[in-house]
């Protein structure tokens, strides 16, 4: 059998998959992804964070396409949560971090999103072969070398790469080969019942485009806009009362909607979709751990093959692509030689840990209905360690930003830069007669003005952003572009 040979090798074209393989190839490296599926395929998860949308996915440039795409906008969240009966609703814009051009994410079909990122990984160069299902890795000693598949015809196929990422998700068959085992959550152990309707009602606006969250006696339901008919909606019911989604999906559905009035009233002219990708109702459980390591030398793992923690905040597409984003910054500095595996590795580890560990620890604490929404806020500041009051360190928290990273955060000002740039050579190149310097009629002068306007901008954003310290004691700051870790050297 021939070997192929790439620098990386991604299993699962998901979020963190094809996040992680663009932003590698977008370094010049040669990335493979195989993806068990034939996109676009149905996926959960459709309820996005601030940071994702802003952050993540400006870096992979897809901020107008998503824009673009018709996603419901989320604004916040309105919960009927806590010991207040009546349901509250938080804005992302209250935080400092998510103003202006930022402060939403969007509702989204997984199977356009998803599709959305992977399109992308294929126009920034990463070679991706879909109806490939990854079987093994390859091992030389302590080293991972490579993976083996089977392609969409049946053959057995191995490639060789410096680095394998198993972004296969949570089913994941190559995840224990980064040594230690999965440890399931003792906490969140629930189980998830869900489905889709249409013609249900929606929030008034403007706040019709948020997850509606609405608690009940045997656990809480979803309520996500897909779009202006269509609705997500699932049931998460705590791992005493399982026995209420055993037999018939449709009647066990029904009778949990019987027990939740403010649900009942927001499907009360709504019918159930009973075809196409979203006519079955579907159960999700134990999908609650965190893998002891998240990597070994030449692998990694990324979004749900590593952890996931609950969908309560939708935290999993945020963790899937920070994740990514991390890794992305880890291998692109080993590539590029400028730092050693392990030290480049741990921080990518000790980063996505923190992450992770913030949103365990705070939704344990929001899982407590004898409270109103003022001791939340207060536990997410706890939680954080931010600076900032109670009520934006929740907002901050749930919106993905809790760290601090200029790279989810920072984009509204790289964009504003960006525009004030290109308003300031276009007038210069509209000049006339004697006031026009003849360089600028040149287009591809203005374009080469451009491009050091990005550079220009990064710099002229290092000055407005507060200046990067190591997330941990010894640990690496971002690169200005934010595609590679760099040694701290204080001021
Ligand atoms: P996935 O999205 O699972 O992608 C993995 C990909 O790998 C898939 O395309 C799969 O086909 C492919 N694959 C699998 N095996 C192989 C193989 N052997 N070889 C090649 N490819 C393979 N998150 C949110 O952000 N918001 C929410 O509202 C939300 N709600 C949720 C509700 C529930 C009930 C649950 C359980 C989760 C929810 N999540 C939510 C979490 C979200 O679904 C995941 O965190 C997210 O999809 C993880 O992205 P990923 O790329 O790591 O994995």
Redesign the pocket.
């Known amino acids: 059998m021939s070997v192929e040979d790439f620098d990386v090798v991604v299993?699962?074209?998901?979020?963190?998959?094809?996040?992680i393989a663009t932003l590698v190839a977008m370094q010049g490296h040669r990335v493979l992804l195989?993806?068990?599926?034939v996109?676009p395929?149905y996926?959960?998860?459709?309820?996005?964070?601030p940071a994702?949308v802003h952050g993540v996915c400006r870096m992979l440039g897809i901020t107008d396409e998503l824009a673009n795409a018709g996603f419901p906008i989320k604004r916040g969240g309105t919960f009927r949560w806590g010991a207040r009966p009546e349901p509250w609703t938080f804005h992302f814009g209250i935080s400092a971090r998510m103003s202006g051009a930022t402060s939403h994410a969007y509702q989204v079909e997984?199977a356009r999103f998803?599709e959305i990122l992977l399109n992308n990984a294929k126009s920034k160069g990463v070679v991706v072969r879909e109806g490939?299902?990854?079987?093994d890795v390859v091992e030389d000693g302590e080293r991972v070398t490579g993976l083996k598949?089977t392609d969409a015809d049946g053959n057995e196929r191995e490639v060789s790469a410096r680095f394998v990422i198993d972004?296969?998700?949570?089913?994941?068959?190559?995840y224990s080969k980064v040594g230690g085992k999965r440890n399931y959550s003792e906490f969140f152990r629930s189980l998830?019942l869900?489905g889709y309707f249409e013609g249900g009602k929606r929030l008034p606006a403007p706040v019709s485009g948020n997850?509606l969250s609405v608690a009940f006696d045997s656990g809480w339901f979803?309520y996500?806009p897909l779009s202006d008919t269509l609705t997500s909606v699932?049931a998460?019911v705590r791992r005493e009362d399982a026995d209420k989604i055993q037999g018939d999906r449709e009647k066990a559905l029904n009778a949990l909607i019987a027990e939740c009035p403010l649900i009942s009233e927001y499907l009360e002219n709504a019918t159930r979709v009973t075809t196409g990708k979203y006519g079955e109702l579907r159960i999700?459980k134990d999908?609650s751990y965190q893998q002891e390591s998240y990597w070994r030398p030449g692998m990694i793992l990324?979004?749900?093959?590593a952890c996931?923690v609950d969908?309560v905040f939708?935290?999993?597409?945020?963790?899937?692509t920070y994740s990514?984003l991390l890794a992305a910054r880890s291998i692109n500095s080993i590539l590029a030689g400028d730092l050693d595996e392990k030290t480049a590795l741990n921080e990518f580890e000790a980063r996505y840990r923190r992450e992770y560990g913030v949103f365990y620890e705070f939704l344990v604490s929001f899982y407590q209905m004898n409270v109103n929404e003022e001791s939340y806020f207060w536990q997410a500041k706890k939680v954080t360690q931010n600076q900032s009051t109670d009520i934006e360190s929740f907002v901050e928290l749930i919106g993905g930003v809790s760290s601090g990273e200029t790279a989810l955060t920072a984009a509204d000002r790289i964009a504003k830069r960006s525009a004030e740039f290109a308003a300031a050579v276009d007038e210069m190149a509209s000049g006339d007669g004697d006031n026009m310097v003849p360089m600028f009629k040149s287009t591809v002068v203005k374009q080469a003005m451009q491009e050091a306007g990005q550079v220009q901008m990064k710099a002229l954003l290092g000055e407005d952003a507060e200046p990067e310290l190591p997330l941990f004691p010894g640990g690496l700051v971002t690169s200005p572009d934010g595609m590679k870790w760099l040694p701290y050297h204080p001021a």
Request: charged share 20%; hydrophobic share 35%.
């Open positions: 299993a699962g074209g998901g979020p963190s998959g094809s996040t195989v993806e068990k599926e996109f395929r996926q959960i998860g459709e309820s996005l964070l994702t997984r998803d490939c299902s990854a079987t598949y972004a296969s998700g949570n089913k994941s068959r190559l998830a869900f997850i979803w996500i699932g998460v999700r999908y990324v979004g749900d093959a996931f969908p939708s935290s999993g597409v945020h963790l899937a990514a």
